[in-house]
C-alpha cells in the first residue's frame, strides 16, 4: 500500500487504520513530501543521520523531533534510497481513548480535552499513539504480531474521490514559493479531527549591518 509516489500513496492513506501501543487512530489527514524534489522535506539536502528511515523504501517510520518538545510520526513511501514521507497530520482515535488521554495529560494538560482533539494535528496524534524518537527507522510490523513493540498499519478500502479533499500543506510554502500551486495536503472532507490550516510565514530577512 504504501509503494509509490507520495502524491498518490496520501490520499489512499485516509481512512487506514494506525495502531500504536494500545491506541488505534482512523487516519483523516495526510501531507505528502517527495524528499530531493521538494524544498519543503527534510531530505531535500540528501541523506543526514537525522533523516536517513526517509531513504529506507515503503514501510518504515520516520519520526523526528520539533520545536524541541514534539515528536511528529511519518511514514515512508517509495523505493529504497529515494527519500518520501507521508506526515500523519490528524486521526481520530477509535480505540484506546482512555489511554490516549492520559498520554496527552502527561504534557501537563489540564483542561479538557474533548474526543476530536485526541489526535488532531501531528504532534497529538504521535503521543496519543505513544510514538518516541526512537521509532525513527524501525518498519511498521506485522498486524498479526501483536506482541511486538511498534506501530502497525491496517489498510482500508479507498475512500471515494468526492470525500477527499486536498490543499496546501500546514507552514510549508512547496516548491518554487508557492503553496496554492501545491495541494500536498489529504483530508477527509468535513471530518471534525482534522487540524486547522495555518499558511507559511514569510521569512523577514535581515537589513545588512
Known amino acids: 500500500m504504501l509503494a509509490g509516489d507520495p502524491l498518490e500513496v496520501a490520499p489512499r492513506l485516509l481512512g487506514s487504520l494506525l495502531h500504536g501501543r ?7 489527514e ?21 533523516t536517513r528511515p526517509m531513504f529506507l ?3 518504515h517510520v520516520y519520526a523526528y523531533f520539533t520545536y524541541g518538545m514534539h515528536t511528529c510520526v511519518n511514514l515512508v513511501a517509495g523505493e529504497p534510497g529515494v527519500a518520501s514521507g507521508l506526515l ?9 481513548a482512555e489511554l490516549a488521554l492520559a498520554r496527552r495529560r502527561a504534557d501537563h494538560q489540564r483542561r479538557a480535552i474533548p474526543h476530536r482533539d485526541l489526535a488532531r494535528g501531528p504532534a497529538r496524534l ?5 510514538v518516541v524518537l526512537a521509532d525513527s527507522g524501525s518498519p511498521l510490523l506485522p498486524l498479526d504480531r501483536p506482541d511486538l513493540d ?6 482500508r478500502p479507498a475512500l471515494p474521490t468526492e470525500r ?19 495541494p500536498w495536503r489529504f483530508w477527509i472532507a468535513g471530518d471534525a479531527t482534522v487540524s486547522l490550516y495555518r499558511p507559511a510565514v514569510a521569512r523577514r530577512r535581515r537589513p545588512p549591518a
Do not use: K, N, Q, W
Request: proline share 7%; hydrophobic share 35%; aromatic share 2%.
Open 57 to 59: 523504501g515503503a514501510g
Open 126 to 130: 504521535a503521543r496519543a499513539l505513544g
Open 22 to 28: 494500545g491506541v488505534t487512530v482512523r487516519l483523516t
Open 30 to 50: 495526510v501531507e505528502a513530501y517527495r524528499g530531493a524534489d521538494d524544498p519543503g522535506s527534510h531530505a531535500f539536502r540528501g541523506e543526514t543521520p537525522r
Open 164 to 182: 477527499i479533499a486536498s490543499g496546501p500543506r500546514v507552514g510549508v510554502a512547496g516548491p518554487g514559493g508557492d503553496a496554492a500551486a501545491h
Open 150 to 155: 511498534g506501530l502497525r498499519l491496517e489498510p
Open 88 to 96: 500523519i497530520r490528524a486521526g481520530e482515535v477509535v480505540e484506546g
